[in-house]
């Protein structure tokens, strides 16, 4: 089994609120992501969309562009629609070698809006889950025909955040939709990675690494704020920071031979928790546990 080691950009420079990180430039992150010691980014904010312009960019850093976001709005139009809306975010994809397609519906997501409340996520009727997961099969279909994995994101603030969410998404797309098993989106959203990987391994095309803070969490939940508040309080963080034990975590994976990108995140305000700092840290961490679990 192969796994190579990603970041987000989202820890110096946040796409849902501009303003943290807003003044760091491109370079300074890929400079902070290379001598980490980090094999790929995913796409941020700063990066240029052209391929031309990003080729020698990455190469100068020596780095791989991992994959990106991409926010799909399948609730409101059909697939054929939404692969038009997707062409330049894939061709972008496949000029740069990636090999993973993430994708999260966001038509009435909230997660980026601070005036919402992090309790109250919108939700799928039972009978929208068919459309919605037939629509997910066409594009994950022409996904692969591109030859990437399709990898759907649950996120809170989103219709996919749930334990219950997440049955009803497996039972509504076939199995080459692939999910983004995301540590700090799971537990949040009351889902224990550990089940996932267990009970679908095969639907495991790529995995991201946050920390969590419960205590932090709660307050929010409690006090009714947002999930951008959430982030600027720092209910999340890198791991090795946090209350989540990832020895458990890593050996399920080994177990079932995940093969692909491991991505640290640490969603928090830069200025207070410094990228570079934490970034390194979380690698570190995972590091020692893949070989601890014997997955490298």
Known sequence: MTIRWGVSPIAWSNDDMPELGGNTTLDAILTDVREIGFDGVELGNKFPRDPATLAPIMERHALAIVGGWYSSNLLVRDAEAEIGAMASHIDLLAAMSSTVFIAAETSNAVHSDRGSQLDTPPRLAKDQWQEFGDR???????????????????????????????????????????????????????????????SHPDRINHVHCKDVRRARHAAILAGGHSFLDGVVDGMFTAPGDGDYDYAPFFKALADIGYSGWIVVEAEQDPAVADPRTYSQLGLDTLKAHAASAGLA
């Open 136 to 198: 997910l099969d066409r594009i994950a279909a022409y996904v692969c025909e591109r030859g990437m994995r399709f990898a759907y994101h649950h996120h809170l603030g989103t219709v996919v955040e749930t334990m219950a969410d997440l049955e009803h998404f497996f039972a509504a797309t076939g199995e080459h939709v692939g999910l983004v098993l995301d540590t700090g989106h799971a537990i949040y959203g009351g889902i224990d990675p550990l089940d996932i990987v267990r």
